[in-house]
């Protein structure tokens, strides 16, 4: 981000589901919330069923990423 500044760019705006690689969306991110935080499915089996980390998981669940 840094040499953007220097050079005056805007890094590209690929954030959420606004990245063509993104795996998630809205309506994913807060059916993951609702069957974790009701105890459906613990964060290993939701990162299986969605094709990402558990690390990704607990970012979602614990509010640090995908904030409305």
């Known amino acids: 981000i840094h040499s ?4 005056g760019r ?3 705006d690929v954030s959420r589901e606004k990245n ?6 809205e309506n994913k991110i807060s059916i993951i919330r ?8 613990n964060q ?4 299986n069923i969605f094709g990402v980390t558990q ?8 509010n640090k990423s995908w904030i409305n």
């Open 10 to 12: 805007k890094p590209a």
């Open 20 to 25: 063509p690689k993104s795996k998630l969306n």
């Open 4 to 7: 953007f500044r220097v050079l």
């Open 44 to 47: 290993p089996e939701l990162a």
């Open 55 to 62: 690390v990704t998981i607990s970012s979602i669940v614990l």
């Open 34 to 41: 609702q069957a974790y935080n009701k105890g459906y499915l």
